[in-house]
T-cell receptor
Framework: AQSVSQHNHHVILSEAASLELGCNYS??????LFWYVQYPGQHLQLLLK??????LVKGIKGFEAEFIKSKFSFNLRKPSVQWSDTAEYFC???????????FGTGTKLQVIP | EPEVTQTPSHQVTQMGQEVILRCVPI?????FYWYRQILGQKVEFLVS????????KSEIFDDQFSVERPDGSNFTLKIRSTKLEDSAMYFC?????????????FGPGTRLTVT
């Protein structure tokens, strides 16, 4: 069965600091990888996704993620965070013919002005 | 941009009562899903639905749960006899395809509180 691990549960950064959120998945076959964001009081929104091709994926709002197959990782990065990036971030995976999305436990990011 | 909508935004019910959570998926989407998120826990898959039948379900989705697409636009989740542990945020999602390249679009969620 597929699973997703997010190592940081709560991250606090000052504005303009760089961000890297870790994500590792467990599945031996072909995977599709996602990062979703949930702003306070809002629904899940897709930040970026990886299906195939260039392992460095760029998403909305200046976020990017790198798929490293050998490490089973898909870490999320942003060079300079803003207060408006305060939210919860979920790494997620689908694999093979399965339709369900398996989510990680989420990382709460708090950006201090 | 088209969105998945869900009603109600908050539902309070007594233990043992039946609840129906409603979702309107994006109009040209063919695959529909329900997930739930218990407070402080991760989002968990419940069920996927395609062509008027369940295509996959998790171990959480027991006989107390059912899904239906009663008309061309709504997709519902029914919990027959609610328990305290059913209190959670329930998210509906839809996708155009379920093949190799697709993404699921999530609704805003319904917060279910069972007392």
């Amino acid at each position: 069965a597929q699973s997703v691990s997010q190592h940081n549960h709560h991250v606090i950064l000052s504005e303009a600091a760089s961000l890297e959120l870790g994500c590792n998945y467990s599945y031996g076959g072909t995977v599709n990888l996602f990062w979703y964001v949930q702003y306070p009081g809002q629904h899940l929104q897709l930040l970026l996704k990886y299906f195939s091709g260039d392992p460095l994926v760029k998403g909305i709002k200046g976020f990017e993620a790198e798929f490293i197959k050998s490490k089973f990782s898909f870490n999320l990065r942003k060079p300079s965070v803003q207060w408006s990036d305060t939210a919860e971030y979920f790494c997620a995976v689908t694999s093979g013919g399965y339709q369900k999305v398996t989510f990680g436990t989420g990382t709460k990011l708090q950006v201090i002005p | 941009e088209p969105e998945v909508t869900q009603t109600p935004s908050h539902q309070v019910t007594q233990m043992g009562q039946e609840v129906i959570l409603r979702c309107v998926p994006i109009s040209n989407h063919l695959y529909f899903y329900w997930y739930r998120q218990i407070l402080g826990q991760k989002v968990e898959f419940l069920v996927s639905f395609y062509n008027n039948e369940i295509s996959e379900k998790s171990e959480i989705f027991d006989d107390q749960f059912s899904v239906e697409r009663p008309d061309g636009s709504n997709f519902t989740l029914k919990i027959r006899s609610t328990k305290l542990e059913d209190s959670a945020m329930y998210f509906c999602a839809s996708s155009e395809f379920a093949g190799k390249t697709y993404e699921q679009y999530f609704g805003p969620g319904t917060r279910l509180t069972v007392t």
